[in-house]
C-alpha cells in the first residue's frame, strides 16, 4: 500500500526558502504525477504544483515565481522549494499522488506538514 | 482560471437523513472529446488529510460506501449522501481537474443536527 511522508522543518523565517521533501514508500514513484497543496489554518485548499516522475512540471501561476518542484526517482522522492515566503505561506503543506489514468485525480495524500512562517 | 463555488458553507443533518452539497464551476468542466467530468469530490475528516470519494464527477472511489454519490455535467454538480452515518461529519471539498491550475471548491462543512 502506497505511503506519502512529508518532511521538512516546522518553522521557517520571513524571506527565507522553505525546502520539503515527499517520500514515497510502498510503491515506486515512477509513471504518476506528484502534487504539492498547502492549506492555511481554517482555510480551504490551494494546489501549488506537479511534478511528473519524468521530471515535467506544472505550476500554478499565482505561485510559480517563487516555487520549484523535483523529483527524484532513485529516493522515490519529490520535493518543493518555496522562496521568500511570508507570513501568508504559513499552512499544513500536503503531497498527494496524481493518477495519469483519472487524469492526475489526487487519490492518495500524505498526512501533511505543519510550516510555520514567523521570525 | 475556473472558479469552484460550493454551496451552502456549512449543512447540519441528522442521522440517517439525506445530505446534499452543491458545487458550481465558471466554465464547462466536461472535456467533448471523451464525454468526461473533470471533477472530483473529497471528504476532508478533523486533523485528517483530504480523501478522495467521487472521480469523473459520478465514480467513486474504491472502498467508499455506496451512501455516497455524485452527479451533474457540465458546470452543475452534487454530492449526495444518502443516510448520514456520524463518520460523515467532515468538510467536503469538489476540485476541477479539466485545466491547470487546479482549484478547489471554498469548503462544505457537514455536520450532525
Known amino acids: 500500500q502506497v505511503q506519502l511522508q512529508e518532511s521538512g522543518p516546522g518553522l521557517v523565517k520571513p524571506s527565507e526558502t522553505l525546502s520539503l521533501t515527499c517520500t514515497v514508500s510502498?510503491?515506486?514513484?515512477?509513471?504518476?504525477?506528484w502534487s504539492w497543496i498547502r492549506q492555511p489554518p481554517g482555510k480551504g485548499l490551494e494546489w501549488i504544483a506537479y511534478v511528473y516522475s519524468s521530471g515535467s512540471t506544472n505550476y500554478n501561476p499565482s505561485l510559480k515565481s517563487r516555487v520549484t518542484i523535483s523529483v527524484d526517482t532513485s529516493k522515490d522522492q519529490s520535493s518543493l522549494k518555496l522562496s521568500s515566503v511570508t507570513t501568508a505561506d504559513t499552512a499544513v503543506y500536503y503531497c498527494?499522488?496524481?493518477?495519469?489514468?483519472?487524469?492526475?485525480?489526487?487519490?492518495?495524500w500524505g498526512q501533511g506538514t505543519k510550516v510555520t512562517v514567523s521570525s | 482560471d475556473i472558479v469552484m463555488t460550493q454551496s451552502p458553507d456549512s449543512l447540519a443533518v441528522s442521522l440517517g437523513e439525506r445530505a446534499t452539497i452543491n458545487c458550481k464551476s465558471s466554465q464547462s468542466v466536461l472535456y467533448s472529446s471523451n464525454n468526461k467530468n473533470y471533477l472530483a469530490w473529497y471528504q476532508q475528516r478533523p486533523g485528517q488529510p483530504p480523501k478522495l470519494l467521487i472521480y469523473w464527477a459520478s465514480t467513486r472511489e474504491s472502498g467508499v460506501p455506496d451512501r455516497f454519490s455524485g452527479s451533474g455535467s457540465g458546470t452543475d454538480f452534487t454530492l449526495t449522501i444518502s443516510s448520514l452515518q456520524a463518520e460523515d461529519v467532515a468538510v467536503y471539498y469538489c476540485q476541477q481537474y479539466y485545466t491547470t491550475p487546479y482549484i478547489f471548491g471554498q469548503g462544505t462543512k457537514l455536520e450532525i443536527k
Open positions: 510502498g510503491g515506486s514513484i515512477t509513471g504518476h504525477y
Open positions: 498527494a499522488r496524481g493518477d495519469p489514468a483519472r487524469a492526475n485525480t489526487f487519490d492518495i
